[in-house]
């Protein structure tokens, strides 16, 4: 095709092969089957290659008959059956004959002096029974330069080539429409009828009136085999009733290097065209399927601040019962002391021993172990709240996971949705395991032991005590020494109006700001330790889904790119297209 080209043709010739090269690398990124990326690659060698004419339309519709009447002779066998169709390449040859390229495939190279300009193929019929032919004959149209469309005079525009122009029309190809068989008709207004009919569903089918041409292919070699045979040129009444010199002028004449160079350009483009809207669609239903995704992140992030609220309102009730038992201690202690210390006790309160003993029994009481219970309390509900939110996320995950699978299966079809899947599928095994191994009693055990930690490292570090009772005991030392230390102050008549009032009220304040001290200090350790667990919960969560959440992000981002790339490839192949619209014809070869 070189020789043909101008500088403008040249340019032209360029900026289609880098679209092509383009749209592979787009197509590989999207995970396009290999049939696709071989489409594109034969679009760039056809750019090379002579012009392709193919020949489709249902079995016995007179497509092989058609071409043997144009080629002059009887070059292509005429099968009887669709069974015994094939796919026949016509290439130029200096004699007759036929080389076998596979099971379905084969070239005729024939002595026919066009053909050093364009090749030929002859096709199974659309409505071939052995879906291998059909199969073939589909591999052969985004191939093609000009598709010569065949039907029969007796069946025009059937239901099955209906459905094979669609095909041809989703590739942007040219097409020419040929009646076959009008010997067969009895009256020109009979075969104006089939005309008109063939027109009109054209135009509604393909949205172009295309040029259509009534021939009878069995006229037309007959009346060249009767002329070769005569040594004369073709005419006569067989040759003007087979109507078959339009067509051919059409084909040899019309058809010049010009218009066929034209075609030859726009043929890739159609091809571009075709699998740009394809990935495209693919590119708005992979981010359809990504917006769902990012809604999934959201409410998941919405559910995971709606769970550190509800947490942290729920815990001031939790840790209100530990305060509460404070309280009540209090209470307990401004009883005792009122009790204790009066005029009337004066011989009780000369034993310290006895004092201490009841100050524990009745004040202290089982203050710690109230505490240490409802701090377990409080433990267990940690434990159990998060292990609750971990399969609530979970679960919504596998929802989310299944939610699309059977509506994606088949129309996107790709890597895209494969990796997809297996990322929430592991996802949610990782957090399965997770859940499975999930053992709240040692869960509580540890968190038992960092709260009881905490505690001591926060209100206990003069105390090498263990336990919160003995840590109870210390932080009221101070009161119990004020009791024992009463009756050395002044003698009993003094100690009765004056000593024990002041030292009950003394003592009973310094109660109070010593239990304060203590819930102060208990709250802030437990405050401490909760949001520390609340965090590491939520910092759990958000790892365990961190792959999907990149993969959802990174995929975006790609699509992103893509769409942009795929508007500026179609941006393109409306710029190449208006160009070879305007092309100029190439000059005409020197003899």
Do not use: C
């Not at 092989?64 to 069974?83: C, H, I, Q, R, S």
């Amino acid at each position: 095709m070189q020789r043909l080209l101008t500088r403008e043709h040249d340019e032209l010739l360029r900026r289609e092969r880098a679209l092509l090269e383009g749209l592979r690398v787009h197509l590989a990124r999207l995970d396009a089957p290999e049939a696709d990326q071989e489409l594109l690659k034969r679009s760039l060698q056809q750019l090379e290659e002579l012009f392709l004419l193919v020949v489709v339309g249902e079995f016995n519709a007179g497509k092989t008959a058609f071409l043997n009447a144009l080629l002059g002779g009887k070059m292509l066998p005429e099968g009887v059956t669709p069974t015994t169709s094939e796919i026949y390449v016509v290439r130029y040859g200096d004699e007759l004959r036929q080389e076998a390229n596979g099971d379905d495939y084969h070239t005729i190279r024939a002595p026919v002096e066009w053909l050093h300009e364009l090749n030929l193929v002859d096709t199974p019929g659309t409505n071939a029974v052995i879906q291998r032919h059909q199969e073939i004959t589909e591999h052969f149209i985004p191939r093609s330069d000009l598709v010569l469309f065949v039907t029969s005079v007796e069946r025009p525009f059937t239901e099955s080539e209906r459905l094979f122009l669609e095909r041809i029309r989703e590739w942007g190809k040219k097409i020419v429409v040929i009646i076959n068989k009008i010997d067969l008709v009895q009256n020109e207004q009979e075969l104006q009828e089939v005309v008109d009919y063939v027109a009109r569903n054209a135009r509604s089918l393909l949205n172009l009136s295309p040029e259509i041409f009534p021939i009878s292919s069995r006229q037309a070699l007959q009346a060249k085999l009767a002329a070769r045979e005569q040594g004369v040129p073709i005419s006569g009444e067989l040759w003007e009733a087979s109507r078959f010199g339009p067509l051919e002028r059409y084909i040899l004449n019309t058809l010049d290097a010009g218009e066929r160079l034209r075609l030859k350009f726009e043929n890739p483009l159609g091809v571009a065209a075709r699998l740009l809207k394809q990935y495209s669609e693919q590119i708005d239903l992979r981010q359809e399927v990504l917006k769902g995704d990012f809604h999934t992140l959201d409410v998941i992030d919405e559910q995971l601040e709606a769970y550190q609220v509800d947490m942290r309102r729920d815990f001031k009730y939790q840790s209100s019962r530990v305060d509460n038992v404070l309280y009540e201690m209090a209470e307990r202690g401004d009883r005792f002391f009122d009790e204790m210390l009066r005029i009337g006790r004066i011989f009780d309160l000369v034993n310290g021993e006895k004092v201490r003993a009841e100050f524990e029994r009745q004040v202290v009481a089982d203050t710690s172990q109230q505490i240490e219970r409802h701090v377990s309390d409080l433990i267990d509900w940690m434990v159990e709240r998060d292990y609750r939110q971990w399969h609530d996320v979970i679960d919504y995950l596998n929802r989310r996971a299944t939610q699309h699978a059977e509506q994606m299966v088949g129309q996107v079809g790709s890597e895209f949705e494969f990796n997809r899947q297996n990322m929430l599928a592991s996802v949610g095994r990782d957090a399965q395991r997770v859940i499975e191994g999930y053992d709240r009693e040692a869960e509580s055990r540890k968190l038992a032991q960092e709260v009881q930690r905490a505690i001591i490292q926060t209100a206990a570090v003069q105390v090498g005590a263990l336990g919160l009772g003995a840590l109870l005991v210390a932080l009221l030392q101070t009161t119990l020494l004020d009791i024992t230390g009463v009756l050395g102050a002044s003698a009993v008549a003094a100690l009765g109006l004056y000593v024990l009032p002041y030292r009950r009220s003394k003592i009973k304040l310094n109660l109070r700001d010593n239990i304060n001290d203590l819930r102060a200090q208990l709250d802030a350790a437990l405050q401490r330790q909760f949001d520390k667990e609340l965090g590491d919960s939520v910092q759990r969560l958000r790892e365990a889904i961190a792959p999907y959440t990149r993969f959802v992000r990174v995929e975006r981002e790609k699509l992103e790119r893509l769409e942009t790339d795929l508007q500026e490839a179609q941006t393109e192949v409306r710029s190449l297209h208006a160009m070879t619209e305007s092309l100029a014809p190439p000059p005409k070869p020197e003899a």
